[in-house]
Nanobody
Framework: QVQLVESGGASVAAGGSLRLSCAGS????????MAWFRQAPGKKREGVAF???????RYTDSVKGRFTMSKDNTKNTHYLQMNGLKPEDTAMYYC???????????????WGQGTQVTVSS
C-alpha cells in the first residue's frame, strides 16, 4: 500500500512560482513511476509531468520550459517546480504513483488528495 501526501498549493499572481511536493510511503516508492496530473473545473484530468524509470521525464506541451519535475529518493518525495505560472494553470493538482518493472508502469495507480493552485491575472 502506498500513501501520497501533497503540499505546496497556493494562490499566486501570474508569472509567479510554486513548488508542489508529494511525499510517498512504501519500500518500493523510489523505484516506481511518478507523475503529476491536474484538473481544472469542468475539464478532464490531464497528465502534466511523468518520471518513468529508464525513460526520464516527460511533460505535456503546455508546461514545457516552465515546469520541472524531480524526485528525491532519500526522502521518498517527488516535486513539481512551476515557474512562469499562467491563469490557465489554475487547477487541482494531484500526484500519482504506480509500480514499475523496467520502464513499464503497472498495477493499481495511487493518487494524492490534491492541492489547489490558483493563478490570478
Amino acid at each position: 500500500q502506498v500513501q501520497l501526501v501533497e503540499s505546496g498549493g497556493a494562490s499566486v499572481a501570474a508569472g509567479g512560482s510554486l513548488r508542489l511536493s508529494c511525499a510517498g510511503s512504501g519500500s518500493y516508492y523510489a523505484t516506481g513511476c511518478m507523475a503529476w496530473f491536474r484538473q481544472a473545473p469542468g475539464k478532464k484530468r490531464e497528465g502534466v509531468a511523468f518520471i518513468t524509470p529508464g525513460e526520464g521525464t516527460r511533460y505535456t506541451d503546455s508546461v514545457k520550459g516552465r515546469f520541472t519535475m524531480s524526485k528525491d529518493n532519500t526522502k521518498n518525495t517527488h516535486y513539481l517546480q512551476m515557474n512562469g505560472l499562467k491563469p490557465e494553470d489554475t487547477a487541482m493538482y494531484y500526484c500519482w504513483w504506480r509500480h514499475a518493472s523496467g520502464s513499464n508502469c503497472y498495477g493499481e495507480p495511487y493518487w494524492g488528495q490534491g492541492t489547489q493552485v490558483t493563478v490570478s491575472s
